[in-house]
């Protein structure tokens, strides 16, 4: 990543004598932003007409950098922020962004999230509209988009960097769900049958208003849908795990039948491809009028431990994850009040990965050894691949990891960290008390693109 300090240096070689040459402590620069336990950066003195540089020459250098730096950017002066802004409005600046850790933190405030750069390896408050984010649940994240849960169990997405935020259809809509109505026409409960396609499972089961978002939703994802010039919205959520849809601006969410136990997705092409928790993976023609189930590979394995990911490497190749989890003994394990133990004192780590790539002519999979220059990023969040070329700051042949598995709960410690897929082995990216916190942090790729924008296009 190119820091403010870097870019100092290209403007100088850009225009000499720009900047004086004593060197000085970087305030806090930022317009929205504020910045927590910044680390000292020198910083050249700037001048009134030291900055004359043509907006064009200074747009080319800021599109080299990452968001962070570039809203740093903005501030020095009046002629940087027409840059920043030009730069922005054009739709030129396409830089791809390093992932950065979202969560929450009681120190920082209801309605702030915190952001940990991984480029830069600081902390960043963001400002977030009603509700409080930290009463939110974190649903999942996609291409800086993230999906939170409302107390009232209603769905939102919002853009942290933008602040932009848009209500998806109400959790009524959802197929298996039903309101119960008080005397007054108010909600008080809610009914969630359990079935999938045409097999009944067991009876109805009720529940209010609070605890529904606990037991409802698994996981969720934005995809861009450039054909239509719209954002689509997916979501694994219970009974058995199944998939509802919603384009942005939809009244309703849409179901998907008749299969279940659906674990991952990823949308190419105008198709939705899902990952079961035993290996399967279906695809859904979300462009068509008709949104049937195609199977394009059975299951692989039985049900047991792996949590299962599907994601497209940069060759274009879909590689299936497989992440066995384990629990980590916690205190005396040979106490008999250890199974009684509170949740939040259970630790589950990561204790394998099994990297496969589908062939899709085949329908089988073919075991790989590793990631040859490339890192994942798993959790909670869109599953990605990056090119160690392109992010040489990042591990190659390392997964960047989250926790999947009780990702709502709350817990003292999570599985989160940097997993070697050589040697099995996981590093703390910062110390692990930062996430002991709720709900628990997810990988984001901070993103310009305000969805209101476009889909008024």
Same mark, same amino acid.
């Given at each position: 990543?190119?820091?403010?300090?870097?870019?100092?240096?290209?403007?100088?070689?850009?225009?000499?004598?720009?900047?004086?040459?004593?060197?000085?402590?970087?305030?806090?620069?930022?317009?929205?932003?504020?910045?927590?336990?910044?680390?000292?950066?020198?910083?050249?003195?700037?001048?009134?007409? =030291?900055?004359?540089?043509?907006?064009?020459?200074?747009?080319?250098?800021?599109?080299?950098?990452?968001?962070?730096?570039?809203?740093?950017?903005?501030?020095?002066?009046?002629?940087?922020?027409?840059?920043?802004?030009?730069?922005?409005?054009?739709?030129?600046?396409?830089?791809?962004?390093?992932?950065?850790?979202?969560?929450?933190?009681?120190?920082?405030?209801?309605?702030? !999230?915190?952001?940990?750069?991984?480029?830069?390896?600081?902390?960043?408050?963001?400002?977030?509209?009603?509700?409080?984010?930290?009463?939110?649940?974190?649903?999942?994240?996609?291409?800086?988009?993230?999906?939170? !849960?409302?107390?009232?169990?209603?769905?939102?997405?919002?853009?942290?960097?933008?602040?932009?935020?848009?209500?998806?259809?109400?959790?009524?809509?959802?197929?298996?769900?039903?309101?119960?109505?008080?005397?007054?026409?108010?909600?008080?409960?809610?009914?969630?049958?359990?079935?999938?396609?045409?097999?009944?499972?067991?009876?109805?089961?009720?529940?209010?208003?609070?605890?529904?978002?606990?037991?409802?939703?698994?996981?969720?994802?934005?995809?861009?849908? =450039?054909?239509?010039?719209?954002?689509?919205?997916?979501?694994?959520?219970?009974?058995?795990?199944?998939?509802?849809?919603?384009?942005?601006?939809?009244?309703?969410?849409?179901?998907?039948?008749?299969?279940?136990?659906?674990?991952?997705?990823?949308?190419?092409?105008?198709?939705?491809?899902?990952?079961?928790?035993?290996?399967?993976?279906?695809?859904?023609?979300?462009?068509?009028?008709?949104?049937?189930?195609?199977?394009?590979?059975?299951?692989?394995?039985?049900?047991?431990?792996?949590?299962?990911?599907?994601?497209?490497?940069?060759?274009?190749?879909?590689?299936?994850?497989?992440?066995?989890?384990?629990?980590?003994?916690?205190?005396?394990?040979?106490?008999?009040?250890?199974?009684?133990?509170?949740?939040?004192?259970?630790?589950?780590?990561?204790?394998?990965?099994?990297?496969?790539?589908?062939?899709?002519?085949?329908?089988?999979?073919?075991?790989?050894?590793?990631?040859?220059?490339?890192?994942?990023?798993?959790?909670?969040?869109?599953?990605?691949?990056?090119?160690?070329?392109?992010?040489?700051?990042?591990? =190659?042949?390392?997964?960047?990891?989250?926790?999947?598995?009780?990702?709502?709960?709350?817990?003292?410690?999570?599985?989160?960290?940097?997993?070697?897929?050589?040697?099995?082995?996981?590093?703390?990216?910062?110390?692990?008390?930062?996430?002991?916190?709720?709900?628990?942090?997810?990988?984001?790729?901070?993103?310009?693109?305000?969805?209101?924008?476009?889909?008024?296009?």
């Amino acid at each position: 990543m190119m820091s403010l300090r870097c870019l100092c240096h290209l403007v100088l070689r850009a225009r000499p004598k720009i900047f004086a040459s004593a060197p000085s402590l970087m305030k806090t620069l930022q317009s929205d932003h504020e910045q927590v336990n910044p680390s000292p950066i020198e910083e050249a003195t700037v001048t009134r007409d =030291s900055l004359e540089l043509p907006i064009e020459i200074l747009s080319d250098i800021f599109a080299l950098l990452e968001i962070p730096d570039l809203v740093r950017a903005s501030c020095v002066c009046s002629s940087w922020h027409t840059a920043y802004t030009s730069l922005r409005s054009s739709g030129w600046y396409s830089r791809q962004q390093t992932p950065c850790l979202l969560y929450t933190s009681e120190s920082a405030g209801d309605n702030v !999230a915190c952001l940990y750069s991984l480029a830069e390896k600081r902390v960043y408050k963001l400002t977030l509209p009603e509700p409080p984010i930290r009463s939110r649940y974190f649903i999942g994240s996609s291409d800086g988009w993230l999906v939170t !849960a409302d107390e009232r169990c209603e769905l939102h997405i919002v853009n942290p960097i933008t602040g932009e935020q848009i209500a998806l259809p109400s959790v009524t809509t959802i197929e298996q769900v039903e309101p119960i109505f008080d005397d007054a026409g108010a909600i008080q409960e809610y009914e969630l049958s359990q079935y999938f396609g045409e097999e009944v499972a067991r009876d109805p089961v009720t529940y209010s208003r609070e605890d529904l978002r606990d037991t409802l939703y698994v996981k969720a994802f934005v995809f861009s849908d =450039s054909s239509l010039g719209s954002y689509i919205v997916v979501l694994i959520h219970e009974p058995f795990c199944q998939l509802s849809f919603a384009r942005v601006g939809d009244s309703e969410w849409t179901w998907l039948p008749p299969s279940a136990d659906y674990e991952d997705c990823i949308y190419l092409d105008g198709f939705l491809y899902a990952i079961t928790s035993t290996g399967g993976i279906d695809a859904f023609d979300l462009a068509g009028p008709v949104f049937l189930r195609k199977v394009i590979m059975d299951k692989t394995k039985d049900y047991i431990y792996e949590h299962m990911y599907v994601v497209q490497a940069p060759s274009g190749d879909l590689l299936q994850v497989w992440r066995e989890l384990d629990v980590i003994p916690v205190g005396d394990v040979d106490n008999e009040d250890a199974l009684e133990r509170d949740f939040s004192e259970i630790i589950m780590g990561t204790k394998k990965m099994m990297l496969y790539k589908v062939d899709m002519a085949t329908k089988e999979l073919v075991q790989i050894n590793n990631l040859h220059g490339h890192m994942l990023f798993l959790g909670h969040n869109q599953s990605s691949c990056l090119s160690a070329e392109e992010f040489p700051h990042l591990k =190659s042949n390392h997964v960047y990891m989250t926790e999947d598995e009780g990702a709502i709960l709350k817990r003292n410690q999570r599985d989160i960290g940097v997993f070697n897929l050589e040697n099995n082995t996981t590093e703390e990216i910062v110390p692990s008390q930062f996430w002991g916190t709720w709900p628990a942090p997810v990988w984001i790729t901070p993103n310009f693109t305000k969805m209101s924008s476009c889909l008024n296009k």
